[in-house]
């Protein structure tokens, strides 16, 4: 349903996919998988432009935008944060895997015991 608005085209499409799969392929692995960080994304995506009502003429601007914050990610925190596996850097989800007490994190800590 695209509200009196016409789909777009199959190749404007593809341009608006590739940026989104990067910004919620690094939400997910770097919110200790949570689906949930993910559809809040994609929800307030889909709300603020329903909100809005943005024409069509700033669909590009917003693409435009959507890419530079995908690169952005990509050259701050680096491609190795879009694959699946534990975070690469304490920043991102610090102490996973290990136990925090009041002296500090507990390294080896298994979750699972």
Do not use: C, K
């Not at 593809?14 to 998988?33: E, F, K, Q």
């Not at 136990?99 to 507990?106: A, F, S």
């Amino acid at each position: 349903m695209h509200f009196g608005r016409s789909a777009p085209a199959p190749l404007d499409l593809l341009y608006g996919i590739l940026p989104s799969a990067i910004l919620y392929t690094w939400v997910y692995n770097n919110t200790r998988r949570s689906v949930l960080a993910v559809v809040i994304l994609h929800l307030m995506q889909n709300f603020s432009g329903e909100l809005l009502g943005l024409a069509e003429e700033v669909r590009p601007i917003r693409l435009g935008l959507e890419i530079a914050l995908a690169l952005a990610v990509i050259a701050w925190w680096g491609p190795a944060t879009l694959r699946r596996g534990e975070p690469i850097d304490d920043r991102l989800a610090p102490h996973v895997g290990s136990r925090v007490t009041e002296r500090g994190p507990v390294e080896g800590f298994d979750r699972q015991g």
